[in-house]
Nanobody
């Protein structure tokens, strides 16, 4: 069972930056895709970005393209989400997720979830 632990959330002003980290343990080849979802109050959880652990292929939701960057450090078993030019509408709980493939992650078929970390962007 893959275990995911997020860190790095907090409060930031609009236009600022934050970096989230997700430490991964127990990952196997059946969990090649790692990603980030977010859920704002009263809204459904949505995929933000994902990366292939083996090849580094990435996916971004249109709402974050050009502002967010996902990366992974295979030596540290850690996935990062660098968030720049943050907007109040980015306010949400951010969840790290693991899935078999990028395609399955984008479809919402998730194998493991982290506990979530709050990101609040003030205007």
């Amino acid at each position: 069972q893959v275990q995911l632990v997020e860190s790095g959330g907090g409060l930031v002003q609009a236009g600022g930056s934050l970096r989230l980290s997700c430490t991964v343990s127990g990952r196997t080849a059946t969990s090649d895709a790692m990603g980030w979802f977010r859920q704002a109050p009263g809204k459904e959880r949505e995929v933000v970005t994902a990366i292939s652990w083996s090849g580094g292929t990435t996916f971004y939701a249109d709402s974050v393209k050009g502002r967010f960057t996902i990366s992974r450090d295979t030596a540290k078993d850690t996935v990062y989400l660098q968030m720049n030019s943050l907007k109040p509408e980015d306010t949400a709980v951010y969840y790290c997720a693991a899935a078999r493939y990028l395609a399955t992650m984008k479809s919402g078929s998730i194998g493991s979830w982290g506990q979530g970390t709050q990101v609040t962007v003030s205007s």
